[in-house]
């Protein structure tokens, strides 16, 4: 089976930096992926890691750790916009569908 | 580019009806998802279209849950009897080359009464 944990709250200022963790068990891995969603809307696509690193897209970073089944979505600079929820994902072992984790709630305040 | 559409956009019914969810996928997406969310607790996966073809329904909560995708397009999911505990947000996903990169409709708010 799969699983995913994620802190379930996290807070913090404008302007400041945010990590939300993601640690998983599955029993393939093709990669690690991250959605946001915001109050009453669709869940959109932010980045994907299939390989160890770091992944840099604007003020939004992922990085994974293969060995150690972990990543994070780092969030740099701030933004009141960025309140909302963060899943990460995975690939199940038959590559066809995705496991969500239960989501971090990021709370951003003036 | 029109994105992920999905009909009705909130549907209130009595437990015991039929209700029947559409999504209309991003034009040429191949692969068509069916999601669940439930009481703000994590997405789940319900099923997976490859074209007209159900590649993976293992997230199918029971057999009152009917997916289709007829001619490869649009897909349906139909809910026969309705139980309270099918109350939540249903998403449709499309992607194409991608299977990580996969674009969310609207989402149709089910509330079972």
């Known amino acids: 089976g799969q699983s995913l944990e994620q802190p379930s709250e996290v807070t913090a200022v404008e302007g400041a930096i945010v990590q939300i963790n993601c640690t998983y068990q599955?029993?393939?891995?093709?990669?690690l992926s991250w959605y946001q969603q915001h109050d009453g809307g669709a869940p959109t696509f932010l980045s994907y890691n299939a390989l160890d690193g770091l992944e840099e897209t604007g003020r939004f970073s992922s990085f994974l750790s293969r060995s150690d089944s972990y990543g994070y979505l780092l969030l740099q600079e701030l933004q009141m916009k960025d309140s909302a929820s963060y899943f990460c994902a995975v690939r199940d072992n038959y590559g066809q569908n995705f496991v969500f984790g239960p989501g971090t709630r990021l709370s951003v305040l003036p | 580019e029109a994105g992920v559409t999905q009909f009705p956009s909130h549907s209130v019914i009595e437990k015991g009806q039929t209700v029947t969810l559409r999504c209309d996928p991003i034009?040429?997406?191949?692969?068509l998802y069916w999601y669940r969310r439930v009481m703000g607790k994590e997405i789940k996966f319900l099923l997976h279209f490859v074209k007209e073809s159900k590649q993976d329904e293992s997230g199918m909560p029971n057999n009152r849950f009917l997916a289709e995708r007829t001619g490869g397009t649009y897909s349906t999911l139909k809910v026969q009897p309705a139980e309270l505990e099918d109350s939540g947000v249903y998403f449709c996903?499309?992607?194409?080359?991608?299977?990580?990169?996969?674009?969310f409709g609207p989402g149709t708010r089910l509330l079972v009464l």
């Open positions: 599955t029993s393939g891995f093709y990669g």
């Open positions: 996903a499309s992607s194409q080359d991608s299977l990580e990169t996969q674009y």
């Open positions: 034009s040429g997406h191949d692969n």
